[in-house]
């Protein structure tokens, strides 16, 4: 059964980098499949930021691009994400997710880790 | 960019009537890529529908997907109490994905 769990600070100063990891459990990153991250503002939509796969290739969020940096670490079976330039509006549950069946849904999530941006 | 419009933003049923939600999309999405999702309070979401009409792994089959042009809709046939939650699309094209921005299917 595969299995993420998100971890990383619950909270950020404004103007600083948020960083966020995803450790994945029950399936070896390295073995395939696109790894994402979306988040969620309290009470509102969900948003995609990023997908990366084994071998490093990244897509972005146009929005989010410019502050965005997702990266894998498949000794540690492990995925990271990075915005910077953090303000209020970035504020936030974050997921990790699996991108499966032909990498065009998310098929397994991470409970999601709630980052606040205040000082 | 692609964006999904989902409609009603709330839905307000009993249990055990039909729910019909809808997704409308602003271009062609092709039906291999548009999928439903649930989301309940505190909960990640869990995938419903890909391909527009399959049902994901242990999904009951009182949830079907559909398509008409660019738009596509979600059906529960028979409200279970654990059906209300908020439900969101999401197509995928071009290595990019969005989300629709959610109808909540709340209790009458």
């Known amino acids: 059964q595969v299995q993420l769990q998100e971890s990383g600070p619950g909270l950020v100063k404004p103007s600083e980098t948020l960083s966020l990891t995803c450790t994945v459990s029950g399936y070896s990153i390295s073995s395939g499949y696109y790894w994402g991250w979306i988040r969620q503002p309290p009470g509102k939509g969900l948003e995609w930021i990023g997908s990366i796969y084994q071998s490093g290739s990244t897509y972005y969020n146009p929005s989010l691009k410019s502050r965005v940096t997702i990266s894998v670490d498949t000794s540690k079976n492990q995925f990271s994400l990075k915005l910077s330039s953090v303000t209020a509006a970035d504020t936030a549950v974050f997921y990790c997710?699996?991108?499966?069946?032909?990498?065009?849904?998310?098929?397994?999530w991470g409970q999601g880790t709630l980052v606040t941006v205040s000082s | 960019d692609i964006v999904l419009t989902q409609s009603p933003g709330t839905l307000s049923l009993s249990p055990g009537e039909r729910a019909t939600l809808s997704c409308r999309a602003s271009?062609?999405?092709?039906?291999?890529?548009l999928a439903w999702y649930q989301q309940k309070p505190g909960q990640a979401p869990r995938l419903l529908i890909y391909?527009?009409?399959s049902r994901a792994t242990g999904i009951p089959d009182r949830f079907s997907g559909s398509q008409s042009g660019t738009d596509f809709t979600l059906t529960i046939s028979r409200l279970e109490p654990e059906d209300f939650a908020v439900y969101y699309c999401?197509?995928?094209?071009?290595?990019?994905?969005?989300f629709g921005q959610g109808t909540k299917l709340e209790i009458k």
């Open positions: 997710a699996r991108s499966g069946l032909g990498a065009t849904v998310y098929d397994y």
């Open positions: 999401q197509q995928y094209g071009s290595s990019l994905y969005t």
């Open positions: 271009q062609s999405v092709s039906s291999s890529y």
């Open positions: 391909g527009a009409s």
